[in-house]
């Protein structure tokens, strides 16, 4: 049976919960705090049980996850049976950068969210082993086509220095952590996964919008299946342009793009696959992503 979840980081709740403060009009005088357990209980409240915790919340709210929110993300767990799993944070941060200081800055950023959220022993640690430098190398049209493989060698090399410091840090099984595909080379990065015995998180709007590069979805996928633990799902679309860059969107609901949802889930079920599915959707979003999956095939009746 498949389990649905989704990610904490909901725009609406943020807004919500940031109003009386908007309503000031004014610049606040220190960080606003924000109320992570609560947000998870309102989520809980529509139905959803597994829920991503997003990390990154920390960057505009400090101390999102500090030990009182973890005491009641806890008791949340044990009342509610709620299961979690993490995304380690990944803004601003490049743990492929060639520049040292800031790998290995992004890399405390991550051992701290990996310590600091074990106690919920979440069910996967989701992660981006590249960021932003490495995917504007990957995409510039700058970039001379010959240069372009070399370039993401080495950022793939400073990449897999940060997972081994990671995992070493940490101390996680190395299946507890599941690298996404992302705007990167696919190859590569599951090259990194075959390196390091890691997991995999198959991000469908990622894939199907070709970010990973020119990989037939169903191909990816079938790449994918050996180590996949977790999928983000969501609808996308890819539209060629002659003479021009491509246009693409991702993060729909699904039936608002053209993700082959149902072969999707016809080889997910054949597979055995039981892992986290979680949406990366608000949460109206994905309530009408799911009655779409209820109206589609049976392999979507006992939803």
């Known amino acids: 049976m498949f389990r649905f979840g989704i990610e904490i980081l909901q725009e609406p709740l943020l807004l919500e919960m940031a109003a009386p403060l908007l309503a000031e009009g004014r610049l606040p005088e220190k960080f606003p705090q924000l109320d992570v357990a609560k947000m998870a209980e309102r989520i809980a409240g529509y139905g959803f049980k597994l829920i991503e915790l997003n990390t990154d919340l920390n960057i505009f709210f400090p101390n999102s996850f500090g030990v009182p929110t973890l005491r009641r993300l806890l008791e949340l767990k044990e009342s509610l049976g709620l299961s979690y799993t993490v995304h380690l944070p990944l803004w601003s941060l490049e743990p492929s950068s060639p520049f040292e200081e800031v790998r290995k800055a992004s890399v405390d950023v991550m051992v701290d969210a990996v310590l600091r959220l074990a106690p919920l022993e979440p069910e996967v640690y989701v992660f981006h082993a590249t960021g932003p430098l490495a995917t504007e190398f990957f995409i510039s049209s700058s970039i001379p086509d010959q240069a372009r493989p070399l370039l993401m060698f080495v950022f793939q090399r400073n990449a897999a ?16 952590m599941a690298i996404e ?8 990065t599951l090259g990194l996964a075959e390196e390091f015995d890691l997991s995999v998180c198959f991000d469908t709007g990622h894939v199907f919008s070709r970010q990973p590069g020119p990989v037939d979805f169903h191909e990816a996928l079938a790449k994918c299946l050996p180590r996949l633990k977790e999928v983000h799902l969501h609808d996308a679309w890819f539209k060629p342009e002659p003479g021009g860059p491509p246009r693409w969107a991702d993060h729909l609901p699904l039936g608002e793009g053209e993700v082959p949802v149902e072969k999707l889930f016809a080889t997910l079920k054949e ?10 959707l608000t949460v109206p979003e994905a309530l009408k992503s799911l009655e779409r999956l209820r109206s589609m095939g049976e392999v979507f009746q006992s939803l």
């Open 161 to 176: 220095r940060s997972i081994e410091e990671i995992l070493e840090r940490t101390g996680l099984p190395s299946r507890s």
């Open 181 to 188: 595909t992302i705007q990167f080379p696919l190859d590569l």
């Open 271 to 280: 597979k055995g696959f039981s892992g986290p599915i979680i949406f990366e």
